[in-house]
T-cell receptor, first 117, second 114 residues
């Protein structure tokens, strides 16, 4: 079964509103989680590293005020797309490394498809 | 990060073996070779990883060249459910807290015909 879960899986919102996407590690604690964005027919692009109890680290070119990340607990990270616009429509995916994955697998959520009208 | 090069697409018939190549000529000694796949509208899924020796698991086999500059993911009997984008990614184990960061290339779109 899934070890990393995202919610919602799909969301449609009006331009100018804010949308929150949750990423949960289900049976393990994750001090670090990662957020990716994927446009249609394109590869995943790493957006930011979410750190429990501290500020997120954003990749170059990603607006931190646009994409707010909160990692308030060891099992939950949230991504808030603020004042969303149609160009923010994308597939957002989170991942979390689990103990024992020093060289092994990373676990990804199911993804959240955002459509901004 | 060391880059990987993969063919954009490959095709296979069901029940046949599939060999998905990946070139990583700038790989460093501490880079592990990882393969993930992504089915349509889903998050990526781990397939296999290795360092120097060939590896087998229930999903696939990974053949690593002796000089480590290339590798091949082998699906022994392709099924329709194997149709996905396959990503070959290098992970440097010395990167500490950034270990979970993955930089995805374009990957190979595998089409499986019935």
């Amino acid at each position: 079964g899934a070890v990393v879960s995202q919610h919602p899986s799909r969301v449609i919102c009006k331009s100018g509103t804010s949308v929150k996407i949750e990423c949960r590690s289900l049976d393990f604690q994750a001090t670090t989680m990662f957020w990716y964005r994927q446009f249609p027919k394109k590869s995943l692009m790493l957006m930011a590293t979410s750190n429990e109890g501290s500020k997120a680290t954003y990749e170059q070119g990603v607006e931190k005020d646009k994409f707010l990340i909160n990692h308030a607990s060891l099992t939950l990270s949230t991504l808030t797309v603020t004042s969303a616009h149609p160009e923010d429509s994308s597939f957002y995916i989170c991942s979390a490394p689990r103990w024992g994955s020093l060289t092994g697998e990373l676990f990804f959520g199911e993804g959240s498809r955002l459509t901004v009208l | 990060d060391a880059k990987t090069t993969q063919p954009n697409s490959m095709e296979s018939n069901e029940e046949e073996p599939v060999h998905l190549p990946c070139n990583h000529s700038t790989i460093s000694g501490t880079d592990y070779i990882h393969w993930y796949r992504q089915l349509p509208s889903q998050g990526p899924e781990y397939v296999i990883h290795g360092l120097t020796s060939n590896v087998n698991n229930r999903m696939a086999s990974l053949a690593i060249a002796e000089d480590r500059k290339s590798s091949t993911l082998i699906l022994h009997r392709a099924t329709l459910r194997d149709a996905a984008v396959y990503y070959c990614i290098l992970r440097d184990v010395n990167r500490g807290s950034t270990l979970g960061r993955l930089y995805f290339g374009r990957g190979t779109q595998l089409t499986v015909w019935p």
